[in-house]
């Protein structure tokens, strides 16, 4: 099992940043991939932006030049710096864990962390 323990989000006018933070533990094991999926309301969860141990990242189109992941993969932890917040970025935002082929691949999700952008 992984615990995934989310940090940051809240309230900021448009323009404005945000950071968001993750730490998992538990049975973690190299070659994961740890990121952030968001979701609005009435509408599916989509990927926000992934990034692999080794710090390959990939991030949807609509955050690309105005999010960065990163990560240290030392202390098992994702940071999602947000730039530039527009309201069509306001969501939940989850915390998300793929394990190793060890694990089966298997995924994790935090409980999710609320980003209110307001115009």
């Known amino acids: 099992q992984v615990q995934l323990a989310e940090s940051g989000g809240g309230l900021v006018q448009a323009g404005g940043s945000l950071r968001l933070s993750c730490a998992a533990s538990?049975?973690?094991?190299?070659?994961?991939?740890m990121g952030w999926y968001r979701q609005a309301p009435g509408k599916q969860r989509d990927l926000v932006a992934v990034i692999n141990s080794g710090g390959s990242a990939d991030y949807a189109d609509s955050v690309k030049g105005r999010f960065t992941i990163s990560r240290e993969n030392a202390a098992n932890t994702v940071s999602l710096q947000m730039n530039n917040l527009k309201p069509e970025d306001t969501a939940v935002y989850y915390c998300y864990f793929r394990n190793a082929p060890r694990d089966r691949y298997r995924e994790y999700w935090g409980q999710g962390t609320q980003v209110t952008v307001s115009s």
């Open positions: 538990g049975s973690i094991f190299s070659g994961n991939v």
